[in-house]
């Protein structure tokens, strides 16, 4: 089974901090994905890669960068993490292309609280 | 703008009684539609793909169905183990990123 590890399952940081969450898949797929996931708004994509070193933005990129700099890990960077970024956080990876294998598989999250 | 609609927002069932949740969306030229469970504090967990309008998949209790339009997952004879968040998603029409529902939160009383 693929598995996508999130690092971290809890992290409580300071308004202001660098906020790193990392994310490793272990089945050689192509794309990966964050998203954050809030009461009532879903699922939002803040930034997705298509290959290592390709980057691309979301629906919510403000506030966030990434770095792919190896296939198997998607980092999400928070420059300056604020109030309004607590949220659960949540990696995928997907095969390149569509058909039966084309359904994400996602981590176990990141539930993020800035004080 | 590709939407995805998910109702209703919960839905409380006693065990054994059947009910539906339905998922409407607006996307020119549907390449996928896909149902996920998520369990409280984690990750979403994929359950079905539906390709076409008439296309049907079973998994134990549960059974998805697609039209042109919208799609149905069925709760048959449901038991607290069911209690979860359902999430639909389509890819964009563009590109094969998903865009997600905000979820059905079902419980089931026992």
């Known amino acids: 089974d693929v598995k996508v590890t999130q690092s971290s399952r809890y992290l409580v940081k300071r308004t202001g901090e660098k906020v790193f969450l990392e994310c490793v898949q272990d089945m050689d797929h192509e794309n990966m994905f964050w998203y954050r996931q809030d009461p009532g708004l879903g699922l939002r994509l803040i930034y997705f890669s298509y290959d290592v070193k390709m980057k691309e933005k979301g629906d919510i990129p403000e506030g966030y960068s990434v770095s792919r700099e190896k296939k198997e890990r998607f980092s999400l960077i928070l420059e300056s993490a604020s109030t309004n970024q607590t949220s659960m956080y949540l990696c995928a990876s997907s095969l390149l292309g569509q058909g039966p294998n084309y359904g994400y598989t996602f981590g176990s999250g990141t539930r993020l609280t800035v004080v | 703008e590709d939407q995805v609609t998910q109702s209703p927002e919960a839905l409380r069932l006693q065990e054994g009684e059947s009910s539906s949740l339905n998922c409407s969306y607006t996307?020119?030229?549907?390449?996928?539609l896909f149902w996920y469970r998520q369990d409280p504090g984690k990750g979403p967990e994929f359950l079905f793909t539906l390709y076409s309008a008439g296309e049907e998949k079973e998994k134990e209790r549960l059974k998805a169905t697609l039209t042109k339009k919208e799609s149905f997952l069925h709760i048959t004879a449901p038991k607290p183990e069911d209690s979860a968040t359902y999430l639909c998603?389509?890819?964009?029409?563009?590109?094969?990123?998903?865009?997600f529902g905000a979820g059905t939160t079902v419980t089931v009383r026992a």
């Open positions: 996307v020119s030229g549907l390449r996928g």
């Open positions: 998603a389509v890819p964009w029409s563009n590109d094969y990123k998903l865009s």
